[in-house]
Each structure stands twice: as C-alpha cells, then as structure tokens.
C-alpha cells in the first residue's frame, strides 16, 4: 500500500497544486509537530503528573488545567523560531503573542485552542487541538489584537488534533478536508482519509440537554420534534450524543454525519453561547464547509461573522446541512 505522509502530502499540494506556498507548509508540519507532543504529553497521564488543575485561570475566567498550560507551551514553543509567522493567539492567554524580533516573521497568524475539552482529561476521554490560520495584512510592523479579526471565510488553513485511541490530525486547506492518522512507530502523521463528506441527512445530534431550561424558543422546538421521534413532525427516531469534547464530536458527524449545537442560553446574558467564535468556531465551520455541511449562529453563516473581540463567543449549530437549516429556519 502506498503511504503518504503529511510531509509527502503538504509537497504535492505544493507542487502540482499551487494550493499552498512553503510558508504555509512549514506551519502546518510545525503545528503537526506539536501535536505530536502533545499527545505524548497527554498520553503519560499521573506517571508524569501532568493530570488536575493550575492555581491559574485563563481570560474567561476558567481554572486552567495543567495540561491546558502546556499544551499552550508546546504550541508557542514550536512555532516561533521558524519564520513563518507574524503573531499567534491562544484561547488560554489574554492577548496575542507577537513573534520575538530575534526570529524572522512571517506572513501568516495562528490561533488556536490548545486543549479542547480540557474537562475530559482526568476522566480518561477524547480531548483535541484546534487551529486556525489566517493571513497578517501586509505592511504591519507591530501586530496587535484587530489584526486578527478577519471573519472565517479568510482563514487559509484550519484543522484539528483529536487525542483518542488513535491521534488524528484532520486538516483543510480550502480544497477538501482531509484525515490523517498518527504511526506512533514512525512518530509521522499518514493520510488515511481524503475528501470526507458529511451526509445531508443525518438520525443524530448532540447538545447538553441539561442546559434545556436556559434555551431560546427555536432551540427548544427544534429539539422537542427531534426527540418526538417517529410519531412525531419529523417522523423518525433520533440518537443522541455528547462527549463535551467539540473535537470528538465534530469528528463523529465528520465521520457519520449529525448535527451539534451549543446554543446560547439565559444562563450568562452578556455571553452568546459558550464557544469561541475564533478558536472553535471559525475553524471547525470551515472544515464542516469543506466536508458539504453547514454551520450557522442560528442566523447567519458562522464564516461570515465580522468579529469585535478576539475571545468573542458565539451559538453554534453545525454538520449535516439539511438538519443545520432546519433549526436555523426555526430562528427567522
Ligand atoms: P474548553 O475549550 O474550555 O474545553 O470548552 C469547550 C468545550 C467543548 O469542547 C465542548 O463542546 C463544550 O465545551 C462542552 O461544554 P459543557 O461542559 O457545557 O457540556
Ligand atoms: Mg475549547
């Protein structure tokens, strides 16, 4: 069987495509990289203490588990001496990191979601990296936190990491979304799925139902059919699953479609749901795009969102396009 690495891959992009340029190639393998280190990091577990919470708490005012932290190390470390760079931003650190001057910079910003999932670690559940790539606007000698508020249909590159019983890598690069699979071997990520499809029709979906009470109308309806089931509107029976992990769950309706939905809530007026729009959102709307699903806020095209803050939050319904439509129409 011919195996083709993410090295191998990200060439070919290169060459025959033109999809992507070499800066762009080497952050992807740096980002890869990383993840492989984190994985180790994670796959240790209490042999090397690395399970539980800091005394720290992030910008969102959450404790920051110990993994959180370095994970967010990890990604910072790897990625600021290559050149490729011009600043990165972290849902675990209050404001951008701007690549030192002893390092050349690069042309692109990175932002990313070091640990997603985080309350899954020390229960032994799926947890993921999540990133997302956008173009620094030319000409900036100092990058500061507007820069990075470009709406999602700018990103050039998004992908995550999920840390399961095997550590996958699933990227896009606007042509397609791609799944490659870690040889813990070999220590390389191998191609092991090429154009994934989310199906249009979907029997599953995945919310935190305890958060029911807290939900706006359309919410509540759109559920209330779905768990009707057969004898109900939509006349058949509906399965559901939450990991609390987006990762694993985005990957789930990746791998057999669903819809998954963080809505906003009552519980925190001020807050529009529980996601961030430019660490979560953004980079998993445009990898279900790319898979034929869709993604909205319950209005509009989460991609379309012109964002105000860099930690912003946003209501996110994603996957099976048919399913997403629906609840979304439910909110005009
Ligand atoms: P995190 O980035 O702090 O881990 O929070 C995001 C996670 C998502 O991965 C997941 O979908 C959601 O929070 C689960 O929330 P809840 O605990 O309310 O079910
Ligand atoms: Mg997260």
């Not at 090397?48 to 990604?75: C, M, P, R």
């Not at 990491?161 to 071997?185: I, K, M, Q, S």
């Not at 070999?186 to 939900?215: A, C, D, Q, Y």
């Not at 009552?266 to 993604?295: D, H, T, W």
């Amino acid at each position: 069987m011919r195996r083709i690495t993410l090295t191998r891959f990200l060439i070919e992009e290169q060459r025959h495509k033109g999809v992507i340029q070499s800066d762009l190639r080497l952050l992807i393998e740096v980002v890869a990289r990383a993840c492989k280190a984190i994985a180790i990091a994670i796959g240790k577990g209490n042999l090397a203490d690395v399970l539980g919470s800091n005394a720290t708490e992030n910008v969102q005012g959450e404790v920051q588990k110990k993994l959180d932290v370095i994970s967010n190390e990890i990604l910072l470390e790897a990625n600021e001496w290559g050149g490729h760079l011009a600043a990165m931003a972290s849902e675990e650190m209050d404001h951008p990191y701007v690549i030192p001057h002893r390092y050349p910079k690069g042309e692109y910003l990175l932002l990313f979601d070091p640990l997603d999932g985080s309350s899954n670690i020390d229960v032994n559940v799926s947890v993921g990296t999540i990133f997302s790539v956008l173009q620094c606007p030319e000409n900036i000698d100092h990058v500061e936190e507007h820069h990075f508020l470009q709406a999602g249909a700018k990103q050039v590159c998004a992908g995550y990491a999920v840390y399961g019983p095997t550590t996958l890598l699933v990227l896009t690069l606007g042509n397609g979304v791609h799944c490659f699979t870690l040889d813990r071997e070999l220590g390389s990520f191998v191609l092991t799925e090429s154009n994934l499809r989310i199906p249009e029709e979907t029997k599953e979906f995945s919310i935190n139902m305890s958060n029911m009470r807290h939900w706006e109308p359309p919410v509540r309806r759109y559920i209330d059919e779905l768990l009707a089931g057969r004898t109900g509107p939509r006349g058949k029976d509906f399965n559901m699953r939450w990991v609390a992990s987006m990762v694993a769950d985005v990957h789930r309706i990746l791998t057999r479609g669903g819809i998954f939905m963080y809505p906003r809530d009552a519980r925190e007026p001020g807050k529009p749901g529980k996601l961030r729009l430019m660490y979560e959102a953004n980079p998993m709307s445009f990898i279900v795009e790319q898979a034929g699903g869709a993604s909205t806020d319950g209005t509009q095209r989460i991609l379309d969102i012109q964002p105000t803050e860099l930690h912003q939050r946003v209501a996110v319904f994603l996957g099976s396009k048919n399913e997403v439509e629906h609840v979304t129409a439910y909110h005009r």
